[in-house]
Structure formats: structure tokens, C-alpha cells
């Protein structure tokens, strides 16, 4: 089985800094082989996974129900680590605001 392969064309200063790593030789593109993250981002997985996880966050102290995690963090301005940490019970709650998973 064949990878897909992505060429990357440099701008001038990358070409020149590789110059004397190719052995004094022009350099017209960078061939890659996407890894499996990016493989995934092609075929539209990565998305579908995330959906899948995304857990429903109910916050007491505010009364409302985010959509997830993410979400939560943006409106109340807070670090989604410290969220998680939260659900799963390591610490109770984070700058005065307590989370539980909706069901």
C-alpha cells in the first residue's frame, strides 16, 4: 500500500538554510508522509472521534448546561483541564464554579 505523500514548497530563507544541508543543492520542494493524525484529518475522523466524547456539563453554581467541556471554558473564561479534573472528581471545584456530567 502506497502512504499519500505532501509536498511542501519552501519560501526563500528556508531554502537557504537548507542549501548547505543538501550538499550545496537547490531545493524545489519537501516531500512528507502524513502521519496518523493527518490521515485522519483527511478522511473527516478526527471530528466524528471528538463528537463521540464530547461529554454535557452542568454547572450548579450558574444553572446551566454547556454542550461540552470546550464550551464551558470559553464562557466562563476558565481552563477546560480544570473542568475535567472536576468531572472526574480530583478536585472539588475550580475559581468557585462546581461541574457534574449531565445525564
Partial sequence: MK???VKILPNS???NHLYPMVGNR???YIICEPNQMDALKIKGKVTEQA???R???YCPTTDTTYPSIQQAAIELILDPGAISK???GKQESTKGYTFRREK
Fill in 86 to 88: 472536576c468531572l472526574a
Fill in 51 to 53: 463528537k463521540k466524547r
Fill in 3 to 5: 502512504k499519500k505523500q
Fill in 26 to 28: 537547490n531545493v524545489l
Fill in 55 to 57: 461529554v454535557e456539563v
Fill in 13 to 15: 530563507e528556508l531554502k
